[in-house]
């Protein structure tokens, strides 16, 4: 190849590889003309071009964010879980920017590229923004949330979002046109659960303990997408409610789930006091979102009712005085004894404690009676009788009933009342007239409320024993002045037996020999019979009536080493203002043998007996 030839290559070589595109159209241009104009000296004449540098510049323009981890719902919010309106809604996503940009996550409800701004967070184009984050360091995760509502615009149930991330360039701000929805169950679109619409509420009302109480709601939901959500009612004990359940005042009743109108009960335990109870309702949806009408939390109370108490027939016992169930034994002639009990037990189903913590039964009556008398016959103030009956109703009784026990939460209370009987107070023991019967005590309480129990009569009784007990008021027997060989002529003197016990009398009698210088019993049988000077106990002698001392009515005063019994026959003392009580006449007759005069002076003595039934 020439030489110039080979520089003109060369020269061409340096301008291609230094110089602009006009540079070498320019070059090649002149190359041309010198062809033609000077061809014969091509080789010997043509300079060698040199390289000459040309700097270049381009001012590219803000690029956007691009993504680095794509959108998604922090937590999946979905028909099978949604979003409880009134709570937090978020997104989270990473985005890198080539400048270092700072950039925003906005969520748009419209697929359409926000409006970037510059300085200034983006705002959707079309559509709802549902979210926007804080302004976000490049390459940082950040999170763009709102608090949802009930209504408008999360009004509806499933909802469209469309995530972009915008960069806020100070000349140039520039949004990502690639638009992200979630991944996984984390996806476009989310889905929001709205509060049941709860519109009144009412309970049964008034219920006694035991019986069952229960609250109806008027109440639905408005969420349909999962085939229409359920809700339920429940009510509890206090204003405590959070978090879909009662709090420590714990709960009355809890429905089931349902689509509408849900009701609850529960049955009123035993005891229960007789009060007003407090009652708070609620509402809330399978998903635990709960009302919010003022229906919500409001008071729908309850009053147990009042009941009358009972005294079961089993738990009344009459005891002795020292609170056995053997039999009563009177022990004060002419006069009461005591005190006996009558012990029973109160159930109400208020409890024993009141609601003020006071006594639910607060007070007690009882009568006490002889079965034979009856239950029916032995409860008015006007049928007090000492011999039968003892209604307390009729203060002269001094029947004093108490509250001996109670446990409060509990039904029962022990109570215990007090008695005297008097001594006349019918036997029911072997052998006396009312052998078959036995004596019984009814009870009747009141509660603090006045409401009376049934009469209740105890389905065991107590006998009570034969009381064996006389009084004397005659103490003395003067047969006056006889000469020897003489008798009273009559029984004429008297000594007398009272009936101050429950029995009627007869009455065992003995003598001594009477002499002038009698001290004590038999003292004047010292020294044996003295036919002169001492009266045998012979010659005394009684009777039930005046008759002529040789009656043969009339009978021999016998020595204490065989008392003779005289069939007097005192009634049994039916009242105690005019006790029973029957004459022992007597009479002496003086030995003609007798030769020393004076006040002849001995002891007799009465011992009374219980006779026979039949005679009482």
């Not at 979003?83 to 950039?103: H, K, M, P, Q, R």
């Not at 619409?197 to 009302?205: C, K, L, P």
């Not at 009960?265 to 309702?281: E, L």
């Not at 012979?538 to 039930?544: D, R």
Request: net charge negative; proline share 5%.
């Amino acid at each position: 190849m020439p030489k110039n030839y080979r520089a003109f290559i060369t020269g061409f070589h340096t301008l291609g590889h230094t110089g602009g595109k006009i540079t070498i159209s320019a070059l090649l241009s002149v190359a041309l003309i010198s062809v033609t104009s000077f061809g014969a000296f091509f080789e010997l004449h043509i300079p060698t071009a040199f390289a000459t540098p040309v700097s270049t510049s381009v001012n590219v323009l803000n690029t956007p964010p691009q993504w680095t981890v794509d959108a998604q719902e922090s937590t999946e919010s979905s028909t099978s879980t949604p979003t409880n309106a009134g709570t937090t809604l978020s997104f989270v996503a990473t985005a890198t920017d080539s400048s270092n940009d700072n950039y925003w996550l906005i969520i748009c409800s419209a697929s359409s590229t926000p409006t970037a701004h510059n300085n200034a967070p983006p705002t959707c184009s079309a559509g709802i923004q549902w979210a926007i984050s804080a302004t976000t360091t490049s390459a940082s995760s950040t999170v763009a949330a709102t608090s949802t509502i009930a209504n408008a615009p999360f009004n509806v149930e499933s909802n469209a979002w469309f995530a972009y991330v915008c960069d806020g360039n100070s000349t140039g701000a520039q949004c990502n046109t690639t638009v992200k929805q979630g991944t996984g169950l984390t996806v476009s679109p989310f889905v929001i659960n709205h509060p049941p619409i709860f519109s009144a509420i009412s309970n049964s009302g008034n219920v006694n303990p035991g019986a069952v109480e229960t609250w109806t709601a008027t109440a639905t939901d408005t969420d349909l997408i999962r085939g229409g959500d359920t809700i339920k009612l429940i009510v509890c004990k206090a204003a405590d409610y959070v978090g879909g359940g009662c709090g420590v005042g714990g709960t009355w009743a809890s429905s089931t789930l349902a689509h509408f109108n849900p009701a609850t009960s529960t049955t009123i335990t035993i005891p229960a006091q007789d009060k007003t109870y407090n009652a708070f309702v609620y509402i809330t949806d399978q998903n635990n979102l709960d009302a919010t009408s003022t229906f919500q939390g409001s008071a729908s109370n309850y009053v147990v009712n009042n009941v009358a108490p009972t005294v079961s027939s089993s738990t009344i016992s009459i005891l002795n005085a020292t609170s056995s169930a053997s039999n009563i034994t009177l022990t004060v002639p002419n006069a009461t004894s005591g005190p006996f009990f009558v012990t029973f037990t109160v159930t109400d189903n208020n409890g024993c404690q009141n609601a003020s913590l006071g006594n639910e039964i607060v007070s007690a009556t009882t009568s006490i009676y002889r079965s034979g008398v009856g239950q029916a016959s032995c409860q008015l103030s006007g049928a007090y009788n000492t011999n039968s009956c003892y209604p307390s109703v009729n203060a002269q009784t001094q029947i004093s009933c108490v509250q001996t026990s109670c446990v409060p939460g509990t039904t029962n209370a022990g109570w215990q009342c007090t008695f005297p009987l008097w001594y006349n107070a019918d036997p029911t023991d072997t052998g006396s007239q009312f052998s078959a019967q036995n004596w019984l005590a009814s009870v009747q309480v009141t509660d603090d409320n006045g409401a009376l129990s049934p009469i209740s009569e105890s389905s065991t009784g107590n006998k009570v024993n034969s009381f064996l007990a006389f009084g004397m008021t005659k103490t003395s027997i003067s047969y006056g002045g006889l000469q020897p060989g003489n008798n009273t002529g009559t029984l004429s003197t008297t000594t007398d037996l009272i009936a101050q016990g429950n029995v009627g009398l007869d009455e065992n009698l003995y003598g001594d020999t009477m002499c002038t210088t009698w001290t004590t019993a038999d003292s004047c049988d010292a020294g044996g019979v003295n036919a002169a000077t001492k009266i045998p106990v012979l010659n005394q002698k009684f009777g039930t009536t005046s008759v002529a001392y040789g009656s043969a009515f009339a009978t021999a005063l016998t020595a204490s080493t065989s008392p003779t019994n005289l069939g007097i026959h005192v009634n049994k003392t039916t009242s105690t203002s005019s006790p029973q009580t029957k004459n022992t006449f007597w009479g002496i007759a003086i030995p003609g043998t007798i030769t020393l005069s004076g006040p002849y002076t001995g002891q007799n003595t009465v011992i009374a007996t219980e006779s026979n039934s039949a005679f009482w």
